[in-house]
């Protein structure tokens, strides 16, 4: 079974720049994640998905940040103008259906460095 | 408001004997706790999880215990191998239509041969 694929593994981008993240999910999770990590804290979710639409967006700064889930598979994650603080491990993770109750799956992460 | 806390870096322990890793909650909502190992350059793996209506689970070598009282869980493993080193993340989820994980700061656990 694949796992989820994230791309691209590392970006260095200079501030006020844009960068794109993608992820694909392993096949039949209904329920798509991106955390955000910083160095030294733990993952910190940005938007949950249930299909293609958005479950909890409470902690994504709408400002400058933006997710899609298009057709309910593969997901986007947008950072517009990116600032030093979001320097960071991004994470998708997918799940089987978000109303169970069990683990995630995490893809390997993209590392952004914003100078 | 660090919901999650898990209070130690990091932990250094010789091959064979026993790590224990603590984690402590304030969100007495939470009714479901999983244990993530990740490896440098890898994304968390799941490695155990405890449900709030028990306070022991094992699975081979590692052992979660859970003080509901306390609003504390403690990861056990026994014997402590060199590939267990790794940065180990407490999580919690209070169900509230969806299951929404809380990560703490991780434990970085290193276990000497």
């Known amino acids: 079974e694949a796992g989820v694929a994230q791309s691209p593994r590392y970006k260095i981008i200079e501030k006020r720049q844009s960068v794109a993240f993608w992820c694909n999910p392993i096949?039949?999770?209904?329920?798509l994640y991106w955390y955000q990590q910083i160095l030294g804290q733990g993952p910190k979710l940005l938007i949950q998905f249930q299909n293609n639409g958005v479950v909890d967006d409470s902690q994504l700064p709408k400002d400058r940040f933006s997710a899609e889930r298009l057709k309910g598979v593969d997901s986007t994650l947008k950072i517009q103008p990116a600032k030093l603080e979001d320097s960071a491990v991004y994470l998708c993770a997918s799940s089987l259906d978000q109303g169970a109750l069990g683990e995630l799956f995490f893809g390997e992460g993209s590392r952004l460095t914003v100078l | 408001d660090q919901q999650v806390k898990q209070n130690s870096p990091s932990l250094s322990v010789q091959e064979g004997r026993i790590s224990i890793l603590n984690c402590d909650y304030t969100?007495?909502?939470?009714?479901?706790f999983l244990w993530y190992k990740k490896y440098p350059a890898e994304g968390p793996t799941f490695l155990i999880s405890?449900?709030?209506?028990?306070d022991k689970n094992e699975d081979g070598r590692f052992t979660v215990f859970l003080n509901k009282s306390a609003k504390h869980l403690s990861l056990h493993i026994v014997p402590s191998q060199p590939g267990d080193s790794a940065v180990y993340f407490c999580a919690a989820s209070a169900y509230t239509g969806f299951q929404k994980l809380v990560f703490g700061t991780g434990t970085r656990l290193l276990v000497s041969p």
């Open positions: 969100n007495s909502m939470f009714d479901y």
């Open positions: 096949s039949g999770h209904a329920t």
């Open positions: 405890i449900s709030s209506i028990k």
